[in-house]
């Protein structure tokens, strides 16, 4: 669907990196099932935050909602399987962008501060 947009110049790589948030780095994601070699950096990164805010979101009734320790623990796992990029997992945690977002958006309960170099 986003491969028949006519992007402008600076946006035309959006079908690639939002297209490929559901692969791995192991190669057994979808709808491509791509090499770690043939993602891109951005895509990995929608990947990294996709998750995190799937795993904590509150909206959605066929899960229960994690916070974020359960959130992160659940990543670390993904990222030592590989199934996400380890590199970037561990920039999302050191940069602590993963707690500004939990305190924008996520219940008080879910949002409690973790530590954060059990994890790098």
Same mark, same amino acid.
């Given at each position: ?13 959006? #079908? ?13 994601? /979808? #709808? *491509? ?8 950096? #951005?895509?990995?990164?929608? !990947?990294? !935050?996709?998750?995190?805010? @799937?795993? &904590? @979101?509150?909206?959605?009734?066929? =899960?229960? &909602?994690? &916070? ?12 030592? =399987? ?22 924008? /958006?996520?219940?008080?309960?879910? @949002? *409690? !501060?973790?530590? @954060?170099?059990?994890?790098?």
């Amino acid at each position: 669907m986003l491969e028949e947009r006519n992007f402008s110049v600076g946006l035309r790589n959006v #079908p690639l990196y939002v297209g490929g948030h559901h692969e791995r780095v192991d190669g057994r994601g /979808y #709808p *491509k099932g791509v090499s770690v070699m043939e993602m891109s950096v #951005p895509a990995k990164i929608i !990947a990294i !935050a996709d998750i995190y805010e @799937a795993l &904590t @979101a509150a909206d959605r009734l066929y =899960k229960a &909602t994690k &916070t974020q320790q359960e959130a992160i623990s659940i990543m670390a796992d993904m990222a030592a =399987k590989g199934h996400i990029d380890q590199n970037l997992f561990k920039l999302f945690v050191s940069s602590g962008v993963y707690q500004e977002y939990a305190d924008q /958006y996520l219940q008080d309960f879910q @949002a *409690k !501060a973790i530590d @954060a170099s059990q994890y790098l």
